[in-house]
C-alpha cells in the first residue's frame, strides 16, 4: 500500500511539472510577443524535436528593429514569413 501511494505521487509529480518544465522557444516568443491591437505578433509556430523554431508567421506591427533581429536570430528557421 505504501509503495503504491509513493508511485501514484511520483507519477503524479511528474505528470504535473511536464508541462510546466518544458517551453519552446515557440512558447517563450507568444508569450515574449502577445496580442497587440487585436493582433497575435506569432501568427504560427513549429518547433522541432529540441524545441527550437523551424517555421515561424510574424506581424512585425509596431516591433523595434531589435525585437525583429531576436526573433531571426534562431538559427534553425527554414520557413518564415513576415507581414
Known amino acids: 500500500m505504501k ?5 501514484l505521487k511520483t507519477l503524479s509529480f ?11 522557444d515557440c512558447e517563450k516568443l507568444k508569450e515574449k ?10 501568427e504560427n509556430c ?4 529540441d524545441g527550437k523554431i523551424i517555421e515561424i508567421h510574424f506581424y512585425d ?12 536570430s534562431n538559427d534553425t528557421i527554414k520557413s518564415l514569413y513576415v507581414k
Open 3 to 7: 509503495l503504491n501511494s509513493k508511485l
Open 14 to 24: 511528474l505528470v504535473l511539472s511536464t508541462p510546466i518544465a518544458y517551453a519552446g
Open 33 to 42: 510577443y502577445p496580442y497587440g491591437n487585436g493582433i497575435s505578433y506569432i
Open 46 to 49: 513549429k518547433e522541432n524535436t
Open 61 to 72: 506591427h509596431n516591433m523595434t528593429d531589435k525585437d525583429v533581429e531576436e526573433i531571426l
